[in-house]
């Protein structure tokens, strides 16, 4: 399952050295350095302003069905104001003091999930965008865990005689991630590349007897790998072979730069009950699409945009016109191969009633590479999981992409 959002690798350690850091500011100066108590709660349409009277250390968000809300957890802070209230999806607002720090907790009139986070330059002010979301997909927002924002981090500390400031510097980026082998003939057939989601810090789901999604995922990547490469017809690469963590952008991006003909992400649902069951294919929404061009049309550097047309002589009227008749044929393509693998999946593995889905998802948005998001079953099913953490169930799933692979190259070489 693909969650709505992991931080890159380095982010978790970055989070610890910065609460330790502002622990030592705060015996630096006898106090800590934080203690900001609510002042407003500013609740909109789509986004909450929560502003304090000092600077807080952090915050983490979830949701939770059953009555829907979302809890905000804030640390080194203080409850405090009461919300000011706009027409939106929240209907009521909470706050109470936990620990060193409060809880604040949004009833919803409608389901409602945060898709970012951040907080102003002084800590003192934290913005969490809101979207209006199906039960279905907040349902998987519940199953996902929490989002966490942190402050910029700087202190100041006062002297009588003089005052001074530290500065900490942020880990460097990670190098980017190297080009993965190819499996298969070493001609010009297609090039499909497995991406197993999550890896390294970040497990994903976790089934009830403690099998990661994580591990599953390159379980099963690995035996669509040899499945492909058995047949012959096609060429394999994985975006990773062991238990690594990758930023979405990196994965696709890799299978862009190898010049992959299909992208196939392979994930494992989850649901809050355990009933749920079955396999999903997911392609990009219209709404993501729409927003990717917008972002791809408006990039000073536009020579490596699309594959093989250089669009930096081109002003950016056309620029876009050919951003979007592109965006327009890979979600066509993409969404062709999900209907495909939902059809020959039937009879091997259990598949959900309609399976082809639609959603914004970062993994999907190559703007020139037919893409899927492949939920192979549900980790929170007990059947769904003993079957896909066996070789013969992991078997079935390579076989029907195997399967939808073959048709779908067969068909694009014969429209061609």
Known sequence: MLLGWTPPSPARHIARVSFFLALLAGFLTGAPSWAGTIRAIDVQSNRIVIRFDERVAGASSFVLAGPNRIALDLMGARPGAAPDLNRGPVAAVRQAAQGDGARVVFDLARPAIVTDGKFGADGSTLTLELRTVDEARFARAAAEGRLSFLPPFSF???????????????????????????????????????????????????????????????????????QLVESGRVRVALTREDDRYLVH??????????????????????ALHTGASGATVYTLSEVASDKEAARLAAR???????????????????????????QRETMNASAKFARLLGREAQGLIPVKDNPH?????????????????????????????????????RRRVAQSVDRAVAIHFATRMAAR
Request: a negative charge; hydrophobic letters at 45%.
């Open 249 to 270: 952008r990196d994965r696709f991006e890799v299978a862009r730069a190898l010049g992959a003909a299909l992208f196939i992400s392979v994930h494992c649902d989850a």
């Open 357 to 393: 889905r639609m959603a914004s998802l970062l993994v999907l948005k190559a703007p020139d590479m037919p893409s899927i998001l492949f939920e192979a079953g549900y980790i929170s099913n007990p059947a769904d999981v003993a079957l896909l953490n066996t070789a013969e169930g």
């Open 300 to 326: 000073e550097n536009k020579s490596d945009i699309l594959a093989g047309i250089d669009l930096a002589g081109t002003n950016r009227d056309v620029s876009s016109i050919l951003i979007d008749l592109t």
């Open 156 to 226: 100041v500390r006062a002297s009588t005689r003089h005052s001074y400031s530290v500065s900490v510097p942020v880990p460097p980026k990670p190098m980017p991630f190297a080009m993965p082998r190819i499996y298969g003939a070493d001609d010009d057939r297609p090039l499909v590349v497995i991406d197993p989601g999550h890896g390294g810090h970040d497990p994903g789901a976790i089934s009830a007897d403690g099998i990661q999604e994580k591990e599953l995922a390159l379980k099963i990547a690995k035996a669509i790998r040899d």
